[in-house]
Structures are given as C-alpha cells and as structure tokens.
C-alpha cells in the first residue's frame, strides 16, 4: 500500500527491458530552454515512454521543474522565457506553429507542487472545471466523470457526501488528490507531477504515490521529485538531470543500483556539494 | 515540558538582564558575563541611552496617533459648532428643501445632494468598467514589455491636480460636448427625458465625465494591485486545463477578486463624492434639480468653494458649514460601506484565510 518493495506492480516493471519503441509518450530533442540570457536547460533528448511512471530527480536549480514545464508549453506565461528544440507527443511536434497550446493542455494534464484547487468552487465544480472549459454540458457526462475522475483520485469515498463543500475545506493530501482528479476529468493522455507531494505529510505522501502507481494503467506520467525514496517507489524509469543536462536515464532499478555515471552515483549516495 | 519551562526561565532571564542592566544593577548571572568581557563598561552605557531614545521615541509614535483622534475630533466638533443655528433653525427640512436663496435666506441643500448623487454615480458607472477592463489587460493581456510603462502612466495620471482636470475640460471637453457629443446623444437618444432640453454645455454630465476621468486611473491602479495579488498557482492551475486567457479571468481571477474589484469602485465613489475644483469649472453650478443630464448642476462640494469667501450672513454661513457636515457624513457612511465590504464578504482580501497549507516552498 505504501510503496514498500514488496508492491508486485512496481517490481515486475522496474528492471525490466525499455518497453517497446514504438509508442513513446514524449520524444525530445536537443531541448533547449532559456530565462533570458540564462540558459536553464542545455540540449536535453529523452524519450518518455507511455503508461509508465517516468521520474525526474536531480538537486534544486538543476532544471526538472523548467523541463517538465517545456512539456506542456506553460513557458509561454512567463516573460522572456525561450524554448527550442523538439518535443513530439506521441509523434506530434508540439512547439509547431499550428498546434493550439490550449488543445494541447488538454491532452497533457498537470499537477502542481503545491495544491491549488479553486478556492470559490466547491469540490464538484473543482474536478468538472476542465470540461465544462471544454464545452461538455451533457449533465450525465458530467456525472459520469466526476465520480471516474473522484475515484481514479482515490477521493470518492471520502468526499461523496460533500460534493458541494468547498474544495479548500479538504486537508492538504486530500487537496492534492481533488487536484489530480481535476486533471484527470478531461481524460487526459499524459499527466505531469511536479514534486506532487513536497508539501505532504508522510500519510498523504503514501496515499498519492500509490495512487499515482495505480494511474500508470491508464496514463503516461512524468514526475518531478527531489525526493529519492519516492522516485524508487513510484518511478518504473528515472532521468537524472545536472545543471541543466541529463546524465543518466535508466530503468529505477538499474539507476539506484547500479548507475553507470559517476555524477549519478555521487548524487545517489549523498556524496554530492 | 521541561524544555518550555527551561525556556520561559531563560526568557526571564535575559528580561532581567535588560532592566538591569539599564539600572546599572549587574546582578544577574548573564550580566556578570557580559560586563567582564571587554568594552562592556561602553555597551551598557549605549544601551541605556539607546533605550531612552527608544522610550522618546515611543511618546512620539504615540503622540503621532493619538493626534489623528485629535483632529478627527477637532474637524467634527468645528463643523458642528459653526453648523449648530443651520441645525437647529431647519432641521431635517434643510436637507429636504430644494431652495437654495442666500439673499432670501432660504437654505435647502436638496440640490447639492442630487448633484453629488447624479454625478458621482454616473461617473462610477463610466469609470468602474473601464478601469476593470484597463487592470485586466495591463494584468492579463498586454505584452510585457508595455505593461510596466501604462501602468507607470495610470500612476501618474492618478496624480494630476483638480484644477488642470478642470482647465482641461473647460477649454477643451466642454466646447467639444456642447458642439458635437450632446447635439449627437440628443439625436440618439432623445426620447429619454435625460437626453431633453437646451444643451450650454456645461452641464451635471459634464461633470460627470471629468469626474470619471478623474477617478478612471485610482481604480485602475488599486485593481492592477488587486488582480496582481492573485496567486500565480490558480492562473497555472486554469492554463494546466486548457483554458483560454479569457477563461483564466473568468474561472481563475475574477472569483477570487470580485468582492475586492467592488471594494476598489467604492473607494473611487468615496473620493468622486468629494471632488471640488474640476467639477465647479464644468458642472454649471445652478442649484435646481432638473431631470436632463444637459442641464447644469450643483453640488456640496462646489457650493462650498463658490459660496464661503462671499457668505456674509451668519445664517448663509451656519449653512455652508452644514453642507460641509452633510459632505463629511456622506463621504463616511461611503466608507464605511467599504469597510463592511473588505470585512464582510468573503474572499476580499483574505487570501491567507482561504490557505488551509503553509505557503512555503511556493515557487
């Protein structure tokens, strides 16, 4: 339940073969990101495979955050911000000028290191907000996904009683869940976690790794963590980054076990300024 | 337990060390430390006259507040003073009376207060959305680089005095409405009775407008405030789900600032309300309540401005000074629907309330 070693789903994945080429969620390129004159990521390519937990680690600055950030193009808010390079998902380059953004966001949902649910909505109006933006107003749909979306969340049980309580009555884990299954509603391909449970208590933080192991079935996901215990619990793959370059990408298993970049090791093992 | 009665000893401790050391008393274990390092003689002389300074100071910030209780009183007790024979003599009869004839000696203050109503709210009306719509674009829209610039010049604008308001409009806004704006109003919607009769130009309307204009930049500049204290993660939340820029505002902004935008329009009706000079130079100043917006006006303010230097009768004065009383009871009942306003609703200022989490570790 809480990640421990035993959990079959994640042993039988972790160490095992790359999956299968064909169908990775996100290929990028030579990604290239600058705040200003600064440049944050230099030339990062990886492939992140679908239906699968990918992890991010690295130490704070080293460019995770702005990385996962290039994968749904919410640079595009903050000023002087510059991205080039490739990032295609599912084979579509999404930095071409035709693509809409907000089709894209669609397609790639995303959920924030701090919960921020929508303080004048209530829990119900918090989950449905995605696709009543998308249009939907069919009341059985609606329904229909909020209760999928609440228990995909792992939060049915808990607040089906309360649907119209406000979404900032729940506790902090239960905020963070109500996030994720806002961003779960719009049935999205891929779900980004940046370092999703860094403001959690131990409890939350088990309830929403596991969750996030259950997701992996129907979702690709990409998560942002400085906390190496739960990219070894949750990651089937992990990325390590460094001043603003990956080092390494490997199965979990392979990257805490037996990493085959020196920098890798030292940062695994503590052994890092 | 222990730990916090370790605590609160050590507390006391160090008060101790403080009193005493200002008494030159260095009893106090810590003390005994601190004099027989070296330069303590020094220090504790220091201390001692900082702490006087620091105890003169305290008088001073007090003074400074206790005299705004002192003014607030003596403004009050002024106006009541030179009001007290309009008081008595009319009663409620001078703030329903709708003649105002100093010569005569009839004095009822019902045409100012029209005016001032008309006018203020006709201003808010123009202004409130055209300032929204200016914080919004300046907040939302607007690239980058132009924001910081518009937002200097809304600022200043904000700080242009009355009186270049009014010349302006004298010179230039009001031959502009008598010739082209009202004649084209009149055309367009002269079959309302507030669009009817002769247009001179100077007019309750114009006064409206320059209030308007006047009040435009204050409300502009608190929401550009407002909106930016939005917390960034709520728009990141809306644009993580596809939303479109004008959806951000609408599921986003605008409910966590609604009650706080409305707040910013009162405070803009607080000070048209008040506004003098600008108004007197266009608002026509005739104290008759005519329906049409083309008729010129009159209101407390300005009667106070046109009428002080030459009253010459006790009675015209002891009016004046009620005018001014209703002035003031007016532009404090408008605030304090404020106030009850940024207290009373919800989501008014209190972001922090809404926070069930600490917010450190936020980007």
Same mark, same amino acid.
């Given at each position: 339940?809480?990640g421990?070693?035993?959990?079959?789903?994640?042993?039988?994945?972790?160490?095992?073969?790359?999956?299968?080429?064909?169908?990775?969620?996100?290929? $990028?390129?030579?990604?290239?990101?600058?705040?200003?004159?600064?440049?944050?990521?230099?030339?990062?390519?990886?492939? $992140?495979p679908?239906?699968?937990?990918?992890?991010i680690?690295?130490?704070?600055?080293?460019?995770?955050?702005?990385f996962?950030?290039?994968?749904?193009?919410?640079?595009e808010?903050?000023?002087?911000?510059?991205?080039?390079?490739?990032?295609?998902?599912?084979?579509?380059?999404i930095?071409?000028?035709r693509?809409?953004?907000?089709?894209?966001?669609?397609?790639v949902?995303?959920?924030?290191?701090?919960?921020?649910?929508f303080?004048?909505?209530?829990?119900?109006?918090?989950?449905?907000v995605?696709?009543?933006?998308?249009?939907i107003?069919?009341?059985?749909l609606?329904?229909e996904?909020?209760e999928?979306?609440?228990?995909?969340?792992?939060?049915?049980n808990?607040v089906?009683?309360?649907?119209?309580?406000?979404?900032?009555?729940?506790?902090?884990?239960?905020?963070?869940?109500?996030?994720?299954a806002?961003?779960?509603?719009?049935?999205?391909?891929?779900?980004?976690?940046?370092?999703?449970?860094?403001?959690?208590?131990?409890?939350?933080?088990?309830?929403?790794?596991?969750?996030?192991?259950?997701?992996?079935?129907?979702?690709?996901?990409?998560?942002?963590?400085?906390?190496?215990?739960?990219?070894?619990?949750?990651?089937?793959f992990?990325?390590?980054?460094?001043?603003?370059?990956?080092i390494?990408?490997?199965?979990?298993?392979?990257?805490?076990?037996?990493?085959?970049?020196?920098?890798t090791?030292?940062?695994?093992?503590g052994?890092?300024? | 337990? !222990?730990?916090?009665?370790?605590?609160?000893g050590?507390? !006391?401790?160090?008060?101790?060390?403080?009193?005493?050391?200002?008494?030159d008393?260095?009893?106090?274990?810590?003390?005994?430390a601190?004099?027989?390092?070296?330069?303590?003689?020094?220090?504790?002389?220091?201390?001692?006259?900082?702490?006087?300074?620091?105890?003169?100071?305290?008088i001073?910030?007090?003074?400074?507040?206790?005299?705004?209780?002192?003014?607030?009183?003596?403004?009050g007790?002024?106006?009541?003073?030179?009001?007290?024979k309009?008081?008595?003599?009319?009663?409620?009869?001078?703030?329903? *009376?709708s003649?105002w004839?100093?010569?005569?000696?009839?004095?009822?203050?019902?045409p100012?207060?029209? *005016? %001032?109503?008309?006018?203020?709210?006709?201003?808010?009306?123009?202004?409130?959305p055209?300032?929204?719509?200016?914080?919004l674009?300046?907040?939302?829209?607007?690239?980058?680089?132009?924001?910081?610039?518009? !937002?200097?010049?809304?600022?200043?604008?904000?700080?242009?005095?009355?009186?270049?308001?009014?010349l302006?409009?004298?010179?230039?806004?009001?031959?502009?409405?008598?010739?082209?704006?009202?004649?084209?109003?009149q055309?367009a919607?002269g079959?309302?009775?507030?669009f009817?009769?002769?247009?001179y130009?100077?007019?309750?309307?114009?006064?409206a407008l320059?209030?308007?204009?006047?009040?435009?930049?204050?409300i502009?500049?608190?929401a550009?405030?407002?909106?930016?204290?939005?917390?960034?993660?709520?728009?990141?939340?809306?644009?993580a789900?596809?939303? %479109? !820029?004008?959806?951000?505002?609408?599921?986003?902004?605008?409910?966590?600032?609604?009650?706080?935008?409305?707040?910013?329009g009162?405070?803009?009706?607080?000070r048209?309300?008040?506004? %003098?000079?600008?108004?007197?130079?266009?608002i *026509?100043?005739?104290?008759e309540?005519?329906?049409?917006?083309?008729?010129?006006?009159?209101?407390?303010?300005?009667?106070?401005?046109?009428?002080?230097?030459?009253?010459?009768?006790?009675?015209?004065?002891?009016?004046?000074?009620?005018?001014?009383?209703?002035?003031?009871?007016?532009?404090?009942?408008?605030?304090?629907?404020a106030?009850?306003?940024?207290?009373?609703?919800?989501?008014f200022?209190?972001?922090r309330t809404?926070?069930?989490?600490?917010?450190?570790?936020?980007?």
């Amino acid at each position: 339940m809480t990640g421990s070693a035993a959990d079959p789903k994640r042993t039988a994945l972790a160490g095992g073969a790359l999956p299968q080429k064909s169908q990775p969620a996100f290929q $990028i390129e030579d990604l290239h990101v600058w705040f200003g004159n600064r440049a944050v990521l230099h030339g990062v390519s990886l492939e $992140i495979p679908a239906r699968h937990v990918t992890g991010i680690i690295g130490p704070s600055g080293c460019g995770k955050s702005t990385f996962l950030r290039a994968l749904n193009r919410m640079h595009e808010f903050t000023p002087g911000v510059r991205v080039q390079g490739k990032v295609r998902l599912f084979g579509e380059d999404i930095y071409e000028p035709r693509v809409d953004p907000i089709l894209l966001r669609r397609r790639v949902g995303m959920v924030f290191q701090k919960s921020n649910p929508f303080p004048t909505m209530s829990i119900q109006e918090n989950v449905l907000v995605g696709l009543r933006l998308a249009g939907i107003r069919n009341r059985g749909l609606l329904e229909e996904r909020l209760e999928e979306a609440l228990r995909m969340a792992a939060l049915w049980n808990e607040v089906r009683d309360r649907l119209h309580a406000p979404g900032t009555e729940l506790s902090g884990g239960q905020q963070q869940r109500l996030c994720i299954a806002r961003a779960l509603a719009v049935h999205p391909e891929v779900l980004l976690m940046d370092e999703p449970c860094s403001a959690l208590d131990p409890i939350a933080t088990a309830q929403i790794e596991s969750l996030i192991r259950d997701l992996r079935e129907h979702y690709s996901i990409v998560l942002v963590t400085h906390n190496l215990q739960e990219a070894g619990r949750t990651a089937d793959f992990t990325a390590f980054f460094l001043e603003g370059k990956l080092i390494e990408f490997e199965s979990t298993k392979k990257l805490f076990t037996n990493p085959s970049r020196k920098q890798t090791e030292d940062y695994l093992t503590g052994r890092f300024e | 337990m !222990r730990r916090r009665e370790r605590h609160a000893g050590a507390f !006391r401790a160090l008060r101790t060390q403080r009193d005493q050391t200002v008494n030159d008393h260095p009893s106090d274990p810590l003390s005994i430390a601190h004099s027989a390092a070296p330069g303590a003689g020094s220090l504790t002389a220091s201390a001692g006259f900082g702490s006087l300074l620091d105890g003169g100071f305290r008088i001073l910030i007090a003074g400074a507040g206790l005299s705004v209780f002192a003014l607030a009183g003596l403004l009050g007790w002024e106006l009541y003073r030179g009001a007290e024979k309009a008081l008595s003599r009319y009663g409620v009869g001078f703030l329903t *009376g709708s003649h105002w004839d100093p010569v005569a000696g009839r004095f009822g203050a019902l045409p100012f207060l029209y *005016g %001032t109503f008309v006018s203020s709210t006709i201003a808010l009306l123009l202004a409130f959305p055209l300032s929204v719509a200016t914080a919004l674009s300046l907040t939302e829209f607007a690239p980058f680089w132009i924001r910081r610039p518009v !937002r200097a010049l809304v600022d200043l604008m904000a700080a242009v005095p009355s009186v270049v308001w009014g010349l302006w409009a004298m010179f230039e806004m009001v031959p502009w409405l008598r010739q082209a704006a009202f004649p084209f109003l009149q055309r367009a919607f002269g079959w309302i009775p507030l669009f009817q009769g002769p247009i001179y130009g100077v007019s309750l309307l114009a006064g409206a407008l320059i209030i308007a204009m006047m009040i435009t930049p204050i409300i502009t500049s608190l929401a550009i405030e407002i909106l930016r204290a939005v917390p960034p993660m709520l728009r990141e939340a809306a644009w993580a789900l596809g939303a %479109t !820029r004008w959806e951000v505002i609408r599921v986003a902004v605008l409910p966590y600032v609604r009650s706080a935008l409305v707040g910013a329009g009162v405070l803009g009706l607080g000070r048209a309300l008040g506004e %003098t000079m600008a108004v007197t130079m266009v608002i *026509g100043n005739r104290p008759e309540i005519l329906l049409s917006l083309f008729a010129p006006g009159y209101t407390l303010a300005s009667v106070l401005v046109n009428e002080f230097a030459e009253a010459t009768s006790e009675e015209h004065l002891a009016a004046l000074f009620e005018i001014g009383l209703t002035l003031v009871a007016v532009t404090l009942v408008v605030n304090f629907l404020a106030r009850l306003l940024i207290h009373n609703i919800p989501f008014f200022f209190a972001p922090r309330t809404l926070r069930t989490q600490p917010m450190e570790g936020e980007r």
